[in-house]
Nanobody
Framework: QVQLVESGGGLVQPGGSLRLSCAAS????????MGWYRQAPGNQRELVATITSGGITTYADSVKGRVTISRDNAKNTVYLQMNSLKPEDTAVYYC????????????????WGQGTRVTVSS
């Protein structure tokens, strides 16, 4: 199995910064895309940013210019640097990874972390 563990959430004032981390562990042969999603109360889960194993990134329009996603392939870890945070960024942030568990298994499976809460408030 594969486990994703997020960290770095918390309470921050508007305009502040946070850095989220997500480490994948378990039976991992390779990881394709990794990403961050978020879900605010009463809303559906939405994409924040993704990054491929080769470093190609995508961002939601709502966070472009304020958020940077990066990854350390050697550590199976993805990061989300969030700057100029706004109250509307308040949500539970979830890490996602597309994992190929074994060489003999030619497909990837989606895994999710438990989420880390980010609250932006004065």
């Amino acid at each position: 199995q594969v486990q994703l563990v997020e960290s770095g959430g918390g309470l921050v004032q508007p305009g502040g910064s946070l850095r989220l981390s997500c480490a994948a562990s378990g039976t991992i042969f390779s990881i394709n895309a990794m990403g961050w999603y978020r879900q605010a109360p009463g809303n559906q889960r939405e994409l924040v940013a993704t990054i491929t194993s080769g470093g190609i990134t995508t961002y939601a329009d709502s966070v472009k210019g304020r958020v940077t996603i990066s990854r350390d392939n050697a550590k199976n870890t993805v990061y989300l640097q969030m700057n100029s945070l706004k109250p509307e960024d308040t949500a539970v942030y979830y890490c996602n990874a597309q994992v190929r568990q074994r060489l003999a298994v030619p497909y990837v499976s989606d895994y999710w972390g438990q989420g880390t809460r980010v609250t932006v408030s004065s």
